[in-house]
């Protein structure tokens, strides 16, 4: 486990890093969610050890930092993910990226097109959503009240990371992704121009911009019997996808 200042006043960005070699794969979680328990056993996969990985963990989340301070908007979250590669003296880096995460991708890929390589985004959150865990709820009262609600609430799974979360990363993170979305990420992740690849669930219903996915030519893969987990539901299938991609 090591730890990098990513921000002026000196909060941390946590990650594991696994040897190998080059270009380096960056792994980065989603909301309420840590990087180890969701990808280690990717990264560390037979197709895929050979290369150098980071298991990164966004700051409020896992064992990363938590500011106050911090806004926890998705620029943010990209520059301190872009902070932490300067440090480390990496570019063009393959970068993977689910959900929450896959958004923080994006924006990184579109901010700093150096340091992405290749990107592959996993369920991404490209619109804007509604974010029913915080309405009604003030910052404070979810921290004080809403957090545990939430906790209460979403299943076996979820839960084991989002209790490690940070409240008030957790109230702005989904505040970042509603309707304070600062840019359509979609119409940015379409206008990338590294090699991009999408991976969906085959359980999810739909996901953000499939059909102009499609329209565009980029590669979309869909993994069967598994939903917007997919990395925990069909591990070897994700695997597959990504040796095939990175290959």
């Known amino acids: 486990m090591q730890h990098v200042r990513v921000t002026d006043d000196g ?6 890093e696994l040897p190998g070699k080059e270009p380096t794969r960056v792994f980065i979680h989603g909301l309420g969610s840590s990087s180890l328990p969701y990808f280690t056993h990717i990264a560390a996969a037979p197709a895929l050890i050979e290369n150098r990985s980071l298991l990164v963990d966004l700051l409020g989340f896992g064992i990363s930092d938590r500011p106050r301070t911090f806004g926890y908007t998705l620029p943010e979250q990209a520059d301190g993910v872009a902070r932490l590669l300067d440090s480390l003296n990496i570019s063009a880096a393959d970068v993977v990226a689910h ?3 896959g958004a923080v991708a994006v924006t990184l890929a579109s901010k700093r097109p150096d340091l992405v390589g290749r990107l592959v985004v996993a369920e991404p959150n490209l619109r804007p959503t509604d974010r ?3 309405e009604g709820y003030s910052e404070e009262e979810f921290i004080q009240r809403g957090f545990q609600e939430a906790l209460a609430t979403t299943g076996e799974v979820w839960p084991v990371t989002m209790r490690l ?3 008030v990363a957790m109230y702005r993170s989904e505040d970042a992704l509603g309707k304070n979305m600062v840019d359509n990420l979609g119409e940015v992740f379409l206008s990338l121009r590294v090699p991009r690849l999408m991976i969906r669930g085959a359980k999810t219903p739909s996901i953000h911009c499939e059909d102009e996915i499609r329209a565009a030519e980029i590669p979309l893969v ?3 019997n598994a939903g917007h987990n997919m990395m925990l539901d069909n591990a070897p299938a994700f695997t597959a996808a990504l040796a095939a991609f990175l290959a």
Not at 11 to 16: E, Y
Request: charged content about 15%.
């Open 11 to 16: 909060a941390r960005i946590g990650f594991v």
């Open 165 to 167: 979360a940070d409240p």
């Open 222 to 224: 869909s993994i069967a």
């Open 99 to 101: 959900s929450m995460g």
């Open 132 to 134: 029913p865990r915080i």
